[in-house]
């Protein structure tokens, strides 16, 4: 197959990861038969130099020509002085309303030969972490009108929470149909014992649960969920929930599951065209400096072509690769610890290209 592959390489630690990711996807490219070619698109603080936007047209426009796109990560604090709608994290917001991007899927899965990086107590950790999060990403409270104003003398700040049943109804069909890739299984977060908006979720997700009687299906309350997710995370296969719940939640599953270096994201809308970036930011305390993990990043490529191009067995080789470069010991600095070899991020990429 031949795919065009937008590449965002952002700032900070962005395109040190980034190459990295290139290397392996060059190499399941050449080992599976596929031409990847890269349109690199400017983004970020790089773009804001270059163009004097975060996210200027050119780049949106190169985007949406493209078959996928791949980010590294925005945001360098040379530009944390430009005016609020020049900041980098707008030009993040642009990029996925523009692509109509609604639905993030994030991963929490506990890579065994990094047991010990996880938090939580050795017999619940045992029990196994693998769900995913699929949080809606362009509705509810973000999106909402809020207001402040002086009433009677004091300020009053609100804002809107809002759903309706189309918004609703297709992330649902993003949990559902990716349940059914995994353990079958999809548990809806909501607060339906106070918020309307809640009611009308659940209300709906019980008809989108309809149509797949062979996915087993639950509805759990956030705060009970905040609770499940550290006593037993082995109960969750495919979670799915608002916008705001899902910023919360999906935070405390990554972090259950280790460092920050190694989870990838997956933005996805109508279509096959996704966004798939890892969760951290541009370090730019450690750029330049061929430190950084790449692990996130390459894991979003395989993320991409595993939901994108529909590639899961080179997606899994992406994965299998990764997994025998720490079961051989290979280790960044950041997830470092006794008895293993430390790798530089290139040498990372390298060990793990080499392993597909
Ligand atoms: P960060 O995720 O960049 O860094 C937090 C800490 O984790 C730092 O100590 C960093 O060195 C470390 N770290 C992050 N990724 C790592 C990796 N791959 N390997 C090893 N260590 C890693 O968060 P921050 O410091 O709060 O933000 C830095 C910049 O990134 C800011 O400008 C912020 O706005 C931006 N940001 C961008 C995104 C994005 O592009 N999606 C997300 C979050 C933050």
Redesign the pocket.
């Given at each position: 197959m031949n795919k065009n592959i937008a590449v965002i390489r952002?700032d900070?630690?962005g395109p040190e990861?980034m190459e990295e990711a290139l290397k392996v996807l060059n190499k399941v490219a050449q080992k599976f038969g596929h031409e990847f070619t890269y349109t690199e698109v400017y983004g970020?603080g790089a773009a804001l130099e270059k163009y004097g936007h975060p996210m200027p047209q050119v780049s949106v426009d190169q985007c949406l020509a493209s078959d996928s796109v791949l980010?590294a990560?925005?945001?360098?604090?040379k530009f944390n002085d430009v005016a609020p709608e020049l900041r980098?994290?707008k030009g993040?917001l642009k990029i996925r309303s523009e692509m109509g991007l609604y639905a993030n899927v994030r991963p929490a899965k506990m890579i065994p030969q990094l047991a010990d990086a996880c938090p939580l107590r050795k017999d619940i950790a045992d029990k196994g972490i693998d769900f995913v999060v699929v949080r809606e990403l362009i509705g509810g409270i973000y999106f909402g009108k809020r207001k402040t104003e002086v009433v009677n003398g004091e300020k009053v700040a609100s804002d809107e929470m809002k759903y309706s049943e189309h918004e609703i109804e297709r992330i649902g069909r993003v949990a559902f149909d990716m349940a059914r890739k995994r353990r079958k299984k999809v548990t809806s977060v909501d607060k339906a014992n106070v918020l309307d908006s809640s009611r009308l979720w659940r209300e709906v997700m019980h008809r989108v649960a309809a149509e797949y009687p062979d996915v087993e299906y639950d509805d759990a309350l956030v705060d009970s969920t905040a609770m499940q997710i550290v006593r037993d995370p082995s109960r969750f296969d495919v979670m799915v929930t608002e916008n705001l719940f899902g910023d919360i939640l999906s935070d405390e599953a990554s972090m259950i599951t280790g460092s920050?270096?190694l989870i990838p994201s997956a933005s996805l809308g109508e279509g096959t065209r996704g966004l798939y970036?890892?969760i951290?930011?541009?370090?730019?305390?450690?750029a330049g400096k061929n430190i950084?993990?790449?692990i996130?990043q390459i894991l979003s490529a395989a993320m991409m072509l595993r939901y994108s191009f529909d590639m899961p067995a080179e997606a899994q080789a992406i994965e299998d690769a990764v997994g025998a470069a720490l079961d051989a010991g290979w280790r960044?600095v950041?997830i470092m610890c006794d008895g293993m070899k430390q790798a530089t991020c290139s040498q990372m990429g390298d060990i793990i290209a080499s392993y597909i």
């Open positions: 952002g900070g630690i990861i970020g980010l990560a925005v945001g360098d604090p980098c994290e993040l920050i270096g970036e890892p951290h930011g541009s370090a730019p305390d450690i950084a993990n790449p996130g960044t950041d």
